[in-house]
Nanobody, 122 residues
């Protein structure tokens, strides 16, 4: 059983920054972040290949969000800058044994974190 435990999130004003963290119970080959806003479908945001470090991003967050992994800490991060009110959502870290992209992370993730709320006020 793979466990993903998230931390971070909270409330911030538009233009601010937040970093989300996700500790994994074991090595996960492919990891990502997605979010779900109230009344909206889940949206894939970013993924990273643990072995090679390849990343992919949704257009909505490209240039503002950065996904990274600290192998020594078994921790996945999502650094979020230039936050906007429409970034308000529940954010989830995910993982899979198979390759993920920002377009497939919603449908193909096998492991999920518990979610953390991000609220951006104008």
């Amino acid at each position: 059983q793979v466990y993903l435990v998230q931390s971070g999130g909270g409330s911030v004003q538009a233009g601010g920054s937040l970093t989300l963290s996700c500790i994994t119970s074991e090595y996960v080959w492919h990891m990502g972040w997605l979010r779900q806003a109230p009344g909206k479908e889940r949206e894939g945001l970013a993924t990273i290949d643990h072995l090679y470090g390849h990343t992919s991003y949704a257009d909505s967050v490209k240039g503002r969000f950065t996904i990274s992994i600290d192998d020594a800490k078994n921790t996945l991060y999502l650094q979020m800058t230039s936050l906007r009110p429409d970034d308000t959502a529940m954010y989830y870290c995910t993982g899979s044994r198979l390759a993920l992209s920002a377009k497939t992370v919603v449908a193909e993730s096998e492991y999920w974190g518990q979610g953390t709320q991000v609220t951006v006020s104008s």
